[in-house]
């Protein structure tokens, strides 16, 4: 069993940096790909960031790219999101996601077999 507890969000302003972190308490974090996702109001979950499991490979958004920067922790069993230059745009909830590889989070109707709860991030102008 994987369960994702999310941390980190808050408000920040336009250029600021924001981490999230999502750790898992179950057993078999290791053996999954981790992805972040997000979604505003009124529109659907997008797709942010993944990354394999070993931490090797990684895929972004190409709304985030070289801004956000996804790694993971084995030891601690946590997946982290390092937010840079943040903009409005990037004001969502935020949700740890895992699944059975990194291009199957990514994929146009991702396979996700674990959500976390969720996390705001608010940038204000």
């Known amino acids: 069993q994987v369960q994702l507890v999310e941390s980190g969000g808050g408000l920040v302003q336009t250029g600021g940096s924001l981490r999230l972190s999502c750790a898992d308490s179950?057993?078999?974090?290791?053996?999954?790909?981790m992805g972040w996702f997000r979604q505003a109001p009124g529109t659907e979950r997008e797709f942010v960031a993944a990354?394999?499991?070993?931490?090797?490979?990684?895929v972004y958004a190409d709304s985030v790219k070289g801004r956000f920067t996804i790694s993971r922790d084995g030891a601690k069993n946590a997946v982290y999101l390092q937010m840079n230059s943040l903009k409005p745009e990037d004001t969502a909830v935020y949700y740890c996601?895992?699944?059975?590889?990194?291009?199957?989070?990514?994929?146009?109707?991702?396979?996700?077999?674990?959500w976390g709860q969720g996390t705001q991030v608010t940038v204000s102008s």
């Open positions: 990354i394999n499991w070993s931490g090797g490979d990684t």
């Open positions: 996601a895992a699944g059975p590889r990194m291009l199957a989070l990514s994929a146009t109707h991702p396979r996700i077999d674990y």
């Open positions: 179950g057993r078999r974090f290791s053996t999954y790909a």
